[in-house]
């Protein structure tokens, strides 16, 4: 009884001591993660070779021979979409949805397409509406548009095709294209798709000054703003800076994109709860509070303060587009294009033709109170239904819309007034004689369809893997580029305000063992249709040399940057020979390190005081539906991480929590979410811009950076480039590499990034993509693939897939059965895949 | 009646008014989600969102959006769905489909439930009630698109009895052909069968109860057969309670099936309202909350003449 009495009394003493020191435990007020130097190593340079590029290949798969494309039968592909909303508009020069570009795409053509080429190995660049390559011609326009003696690559002559002509008959001459180029840039319309023509690379001159004529624009700020300030200029702060464009003032007034940061209005910021401090914050409030100089996010001041500016009245004979003559126009740029035999073809992949007739019968006028007036010029403001009902579209691809009918199905019909069922240079394609593409919200439904032969392409979820997995019908591909990771919020403040501990992600170590606690191939298999384990930032997709279609991932420089990242050695005395062998191997999964490395971080953690020692930790992560393979995700990424957790002094005592938020980006930008599911892709062929723009511009979250807490401006690399060693932060040199804007203090000692040949450009890439991950605020989990499965009917143009081809799509699809042999066939058998 | 069913809308409007008031005034104080498109000009749509009036204050706001659907019925067109389609054309283009669906499944569900109901009722306590009781609380407790999942899996799969999906207009013709009848038949099932038990039940519990009564007894004593007394006494009086089941039943079509649309194909309403709420766009959310709430509001009304109809003794707004 003693015993027991002494021991109880023992047990009271330590629990009493523990508690003690618990509740005498004070949260440091901030953390500093430290100097972050990474050493990206030795590069000697090669120059690019400069000029148009090499030359793009245009052979071109002949299709299947002794096929007959052009016989009498009919041959359908039933296709289906799950959008809940299906395509409602396809007008070219205003749709907005990839549904709405699936139409488009039917019954429009680019001035360039890229086709198989003849061994399906790659892309090869085929003339559309445009008759030929594209010549440069910028030595006729000097002194005109921006161009100085001596330049080259801006002002760029098409040819065009004599026999194109919409679905109707109507020929089209280069006039019809300078009219739609007017409407695409309208004043009065504001068409969405007008950017394309300025907001990109390929950026027509004065096209930005014509659409906003005598509209305010704002450019981002060329000075400090401290000086702009002092010499009388208005500047502007972007209001998405805070998530606030169109909150609410307390009159109900919506906040505009920009604000002048002397403007004291409040404007609630939802994501604060009211009474809350910041819950009602101004532009001079947030200028004064995060961006002035010395302020934390004084390094982005560029980046959300602009000045403003009346755009120039522009007539239209200043924008840079020409007719020539009646099948000839010129663009004239803003900005060279270099390597343009690739790049010219790649921006004019697609094109902007409407009617003109119809386009005029379409539109409504409006005047400044929203009252109908009879003409454009009594009009302040335009909108047009042109492309959104069947009789307001037309074709000039190489389909035309026949049906349509609202989120149920639509049909398309061979458009026999295409010039390329006669050119040609279209021989073994097009064998589809209709399309018809039904709305199937239900993924289990669609299946059924699929068994049962009334749709002809299904796209696999990772439940029909089990089944369909090992079909020699299953065609895997990747998902434009996809890579899925987790992100972590490293903002110390923002995570301790919240009270469940979750301040330990602050700790490199922790989020390193996190990165090294789950099998991302395990994961892969068991919860996606046909991921494969990802590693990096940038996945398979991403081309970095367009002519070759050279892959970065399988660059050697791209391998290296990773196994840096992983710390996985190769050479002589390592693990590994080689480093194809040591990439081969790796696998990003140590549960014994990332054990070693939680012991660290919890060391570290108590020692900065950011972390009590004793306390339950509970990190948050939100998630966009609480699903079954969401729940299945998140067990399994729980498991592992408790199980990193054992024999460190977190055992026991972390744990996720799931919260389905289907505003959980928003969430994660405004610091509101401890980790998330982030994805990021597309732009396949410009490996080179999507640091910058998807994890360098703002670690705030205010931008698209969704690495909350992480600034890659306090984050120095250094190379050794031709000897001679340079330091500037991450966020310069992605900035650098991107090539959207210069970076003086690079651009000085190396020139411009697009100087150097493609090789040099992935030593300097890859250093970088491996310093963004080295202090791990986000740890890639799967790259994004796609399963697919073609029904017996058809074929596709190739079994694998092909860089900017994809499968051959309907260009090259060919078929088994026509309609009514098919019809004959499922009715009389079971059809097995 | 006629000055009591006048009061009776006159404030219905006013409900009406204030609720499309307290609506606007609070879905306008939701910011629209941020616009992030990468490497795109955000201007163009904030440009847009201007042309719609979406940054004049919202008092400005809520008098143009009056105006226009008091002097043109014009509900403005979607931003955030159906991005430049006239909101209320895309209602109505949808809401037949809707509508169908659900008429054709309370029309055979309402017999089938009455018919039922009465049966289990006269056999009460009997193997036929317990059979049917049974089966009443299945069908209630399984949600709809389980039987959904099944019928579409047995019936238009396997056996493959009906189309997976509703028939398209273009190949069916019209809504009312014969080929879009049959396409129905399983979404129809699906919805039916919860209607059918539900009338079932109340229908049972009702009539049990009325059959009990002492004026049934001096029903069959005065010389009526048991069917008589059942047809002119019994049912009469149950009905007061089954009637306003079976009207709710009928305003309730207007509102659809999220899930059974989906799973069938119909392009109906059902999805609209959650996604208006969902995506904050601001002229579907007005319209879709309007229209729900005249319809609730108005089945307030019928459903309060319906009791005066069926039964002669309740007499509404009498004083006396």
Redesign the interface.
Same mark, same amino acid.
């Given at each position: 009884m003693k015993k027991l009495l002494a021991l109880v009394l023992a047990l009271c003493m330590v629990t009493g001591v523990a508690s003690a020191l618990a509740e005498g435990f004070e949260l440091a007020a901030s953390y500093e993660p430290g100097e972050r130097v990474f050493d990206g190593g030795e590069i000697t340079t090669v120059k690019a070779g400069g000029g148009t590029g090499s030359e793009m290949t245009t052979d071109v798969y002949p299709g299947v021979e002794g096929k007959d494309y052009t016989d009498e039968k009919v041959y359908t592909f039933n296709d289906y979409t799950a959008e809940?909303?299906a395509s #409602? !508009?396809w007008d070219p020069l205003?749709w907005?949805t990839a549904d709405d570009s699936a139409i488009l795409d039917y019954i429009s053509t680019g001035f360039y397409s890229f086709a198989m080429n003849t061994d399906k190995s790659g892309y090869s660049v085929v003339n559309e509406l445009a008759a030929e390559t594209a010549k440069d011609v910028t030595s006729e326009y000097v002194g005109k548009f921006g161009v100085a003696e001596g330049e080259t690559g801006k002002a760029w002559r098409i040819a065009l095709n004599k026999d194109i002509s919409f679905d109707d008959g109507t020929k089209v001459n280069a006039y019809d294209f300078e009219y739609s180029i007017q409407q695409l840039l309208n004043p009065k319309i $504001?068409?969405?798709r007008?950017?394309s023509y300025?907001?990109?690379s390929f950026v027509i001159y004065n096209a930005k000054n014509y659409l906003y004529a005598g509209k305010t624009a704002?450019d981002l700020i060329a000075d400090s703003a401290a000086n702009l300030i002092a010499a009388g200029t208005d500047v502007y702060l972007d209001m998405?800076f805070w =998530?606030?464009?169109?909150?609410?003032d307390e !009159? =109900?007034?919506?906040?505009? +994109?920009y604000v002048n940061i002397a403007d004291d209005t409040k404007y609630?910021d939802?994501a604060v709860e009211e009474g809350k401090d910041e819950a009602w914050v101004s532009a001079k409030y947030l200028y004064g509070t995060y961006l002035a100089d010395g302020m934390p996010y004084a390094s982005y001041a560029s980046q959300y303060l602009y000045t403003a500016s009346v755009a120039p009245e522009t007539k239209w004979e200043d924008v840079g587009f020409k007719v020539i003559d009646d099948y000839t126009i010129d663009f004239i740029l803003q900005n060279p294009v270099e390597e343009a035999s690739f790049y010219i073809p790649y921006n004019l992949s697609s094109s902007y033709l409407v009617k003109k007739d119809l386009y005029e019968s379409c539109k409504k006028f409006?005047d400044a109170d929203?009252k109908e007036v009879a003409t454009e010029e009594e009009a302040s403001?335009i909108?047009t !239904?042109y492309g959104?009902t069947l009789e307001t579209t037309v074709s000039y691809g190489p389909y035309k819309l026949t049906?349509f009918?609202?989120?149920?199905?639509y049909?398309l019909e061979r458009n026999d007034e295409w010039y390329g069922y006669r050119d040609g240079k279209h021989k073994g394609q097009y064998q589809t004689d209709v399309i018809k593409v #039904?709305?199937? !919200?239900?993924h289990?439904?669609a299946m $059924?369809?699929f @068994?049962?032969g @009334?749709i002809d392409g299904i796209a696999l979820a990772s439940e029909d893997m089990e089944k369909y997995g090992t079909s020699k019908y299953v065609k895997y591909g990747p998902n434009n580029g996809y890579t899925t990771k987790l992100s972590f919020n490293t903002n110390y403040e923002k995570l301790a305000s919240r009270g469940t501990n979750s301040q330990v992600l602050v700790i490199d170590e922790f989020r390193q063992a996190f990165s090294y606690c789950y099998d991302r191939k395990e994961f892969a298999t068991a919860y996606t249709a046909a991921g494969t384990a990802g590693f990096g930032l940038i996945n398979e997709l991403y081309c970095y040399n367009p002519f070759t279609g050279a892959y970065y991932r399988q660059n050697d420089y791209a391998k290296a940057g990773l196994l840096k990242v992983f710390d996985v050695k190769y050479g002589e005395g390592e693990d590994y020979a080689t480093l194809d062998e040591a990439y081969a191997a790796m696998t990003g999964y140590d549960m014994p390190k990332a054990q070693e490395l939680m012991k660290v971080a919890y060391d570290k953690a108590v020692e900065a005081k950011v972390y009590d020692g004793q306390s339950p930790i509970e990190i948050e992560f939100r998630v966009y539906q609480s699903d079954e393979i969401y729940v299945k995700m998140f067990t399994y990424l729980n498991e592992h991480l408790q199980e990193a957790c054992k024999g460190s002094g977190f055992e026991g005592k972390v744990s996720l929590k799931m919260t389905a938020d289907?505003d959980y980006y +928003?969430t994660n930008y405004s610091g509101g979410a401890d980790m998330i599911f982030t994805t990021w892709g =597309?732009?396949t062929m410009s490996p080179f811009t999507i640091l910058y @723009?998807?994890y360098c511009d703002a670690s705030d979250g205010s931008g +698209?950076q969704m690495e909350y807490g992480y600034d890659t401006s306090k984050i120095t690399v250094k190379y050794v480039v031709d000897g001679n060693e340079i330091s500037d932060t991450l966020q310069n040199w992605a900035l650098w590499a991107d090539a959207s804007a210069p970076v003086e203090s690079i651009e000085s000692k190396l020139g411009k990034f697009t100087d150097y040949d493609y090789d040099t450009r992935c030593a300097f890439y890859s250093q970088m993509e491996a310093a963004f991950l080295s202090w791990y605020p986000t740890t890639a989990v799967y790259y994004r693939n796609t399963a697919s499965m073609d029904s017996q009917k058809v074929q596709s143009g190739s079994d694998t897939y092909v860089t900017l081809v994809g499968f051959g799509g309907i260009q090259f699809m060919t078929y088994n059965y026509d309609d009514a042999a098919w019809a004959d066939y499922i009715a009389n058998n079971q059809l097995v895949y | 009646m006629g000055k009591y069913i006048t009061k009776r809308i006159l404030l219905m409007f006013l409900t009406l008014f204030i609720i499309m008031t307290m609506s606007f005034i609070l879905v306008k104080l939701l910011p629209l989600p941020a616009v992030r498109e990468m490497g795109r000009d955000v201007n163009l749509i904030l440009a847009r969102r201007e042309k719609m009036g979406y940054n004049k204050p919202i008092l400005v706001q809520y008098y143009l959006f009056l105006k226009n659907v008091i002097t043109e019925w014009d509900w403005g067109v979607g931003e955030q769905m159906y991005e430049g389609l006239n909101v209320w054309s895309v209602m109505m283009q949808k809401l037949p489909y809707t509508v169908l669906v659900n008429l054709y499944s309370i029309l055979i569900a309402i017999p089938l439930g009455l018919g039922f109901g009465i049966y289990a009722a006269l056999k009460k306590n009997k193997w036929q009630d317990h059979l049917i009781s049974t089966l009443v609380m299945v069908f209630i407790s399984v949600p709809s698109y389980v039987y959904a999942f099944l019928i579409q899996y047995f019936l238009c799969f396997k056996l493959g009895w009906f189309p997976l999906q509703l028939e398209s207009l273009g190949k069916a013709g019209s809504l009312f052909s014969w080929r879009m009848f049959s396409s129905m038949i399983p979404a129809v099932l699906s919805l039916g069968f919860g209607v059918v038990a539900g009338l079932t039940r109340y229908t049972r519990a009702e009539l049990s109860e009325v059959l009990t009564g002492d004026y049934m007894l001096l029903a069959r004593t005065k010389g009526l057969t048991k069917a008589q007394a059942i047809s002119r006494h019994a049912l009469r009086n149950a009905m007061v309670v089954i009637l306003p089941m079976i009207i709710g039943e009928f305003i309730g079509i207007l509102g659809g099936s999220l899930i059974i649309e989906n799973i069938f194909g119909i392009p109906g309403v059902g999805s609209l309202y959650i996604t208006s709420i969902n995506v904050r766009d601001y002229n579907f959310f007005m319209a879709m909350s309007m229209f729900y709430t005249f319809i609730g509001l108005a089945s307030g009304i019928v459903n309060d003449i319906s009791y005066g109809l069926i039964d002669p003794r309740i007499r509404m707004g009498s004083k006396k």
């Open positions: 809940l909303t #409602t !508009n205003s907005e $504001m068409n969405r007008a950017d300025y907001a990109g704002y998405s =998530g606030l464009v169109g909150a609410a !009159n =109900g007034n919506a906040a505009p +994109q609630r939802a409006w929203g403001s909108t !239904n959104r049906s009918e609202l989120d149920k199905e049909t #039904t709305v199937i !919200n239900e289990k439904t $059924m369809a @068994e049962k @009334e289907a +928003q =597309g732009a @723009e998807c +698209q | -």
